[in-house]
């Protein structure tokens, strides 16, 4: 959420200029993310979704990398997207992978709790871009980004991981 609620602005400045049909055009490419979510998913049952969770998290820092180093390419920008929507998504399906398992006959209830935490979590990067964007500009999302990535994979790492998970 952090970098689509940025994203907007970034493409109406200098170099682009474009208006915020161009961002909506990002969200197709992003539907390269939704295309690896079976995928991720058989991988998940095989190796457990801790493994796809530890990949998703380095694929959305690598795409924050690529988002600082391409400010000014629509190209790079594209690459990033793709990057990032694939690690989301295959972290999504892990994620729920994990907390069905958690309690199977309450999945519905389970999924709520889940659901609500992750958009906090992305109304919550919004807010820091809001935040960031005036003060540090495009450089100050992508740090932020990395930092989000970070702070998730400190929490993914300090918990124990469980037999097949």
């Known amino acids: 959420s952090l970098f689509w609620s ?12 474009l208006g915020p049909q161009a961002a909506g055009l990002f969200g197709i490419v992003g539907a390269a993310g939704a295309l690896a979510a079976p995928l991720a998913g058989k991988f998940a049952d095989r190796r457990g979704p801790r493994a796809i969770i530890t ?12 988002f600082g180093a391409s400010a000014k390419s629509i190209a790079g920008l594209v690459v990033g997207v793709i990057i990032l929507d694939i690690g ?3 972290a999504q399906i892990s994620n ?3 907390i069905y398992a958690l309690k199977p006959d309450a999945r519905s209830r389970v999924n709520t709790v889940y659901m609500v935490a992750y958009f906090i979590g992305g109304a919550l990067g919004s807010g820091v871009g809001a935040i960031v964007w005036p003060t540090f500009g495009w450089i100050g ?5 990395i930092g989000f990535a970070g702070l998730g994979a400190w929490n993914h790492l300090r ?3 469980r037999t097949g998970h």
Not at 6 to 17: D, E, I, T
Not at 55 to 66: D, E, G, N, Q, R
Not at 141 to 145: K, R
Request: proline share 5%; charged share 5%.
């Open 6 to 17: 940025v994203l907007a602005l970034l493409l109406a400045g200098a170099p682009f200029h």
């Open 55 to 66: 990949v998703s998290l380095v694929l959305v820092v690598i795409a924050f990398v690529i």
């Open 141 to 145: 999302v992508t740090i932020a980004g």
């Open 96 to 98: 729920q992978s994990r």
């Open 88 to 90: 989301v998504q295959a």
């Open 159 to 161: 918990l124990p991981a």
